[in-house]
């Protein structure tokens, strides 16, 4: 992920679009799991770390336990 938070900004927002589609976009966000962690936790932009929080929630929402551990 880039440093600047209006390019990480438009990357999620493509990432977003990616994992709607499904399918084979859909698992590349997925491998991107660790990366988008770190950046919610780096980030002090607080639109950055909602858009994060969005990505991680869809993937991680068929696990309620995952779901718990984002918050904490």
Same mark, same amino acid.
């Given at each position: 992920? !880039?440093? =600047? !938070?209006? *390019?990480? @900004?438009?990357?999620? *927002? =493509?990432?977003?679009?990616? +994992? ?11 491998? =991107? ?9 780096? @980030?002090? !932009?607080?639109?950055?770390? +909602?858009? *994060? ?8 929402? =068929? !696990? ?9």
């Amino acid at each position: 992920m !880039d440093k =600047s !938070d209006h *390019v990480v @900004s438009a990357a999620l *927002v =493509s990432m977003i679009e990616l +994992y709607k589609r499904g399918g084979h976009s859909g698992e590349i966000v997925k491998k =991107s799991i660790s990366e988008l962690q770190e950046k919610l936790m780096s @980030s002090k !932009d607080g639109f950055v770390q +909602y858009q *994060v929080l969005l990505i991680l929630f869809e993937l991680k929402k =068929s !696990d309620p336990m995952s779901c718990l551990k984002l918050l904490y």
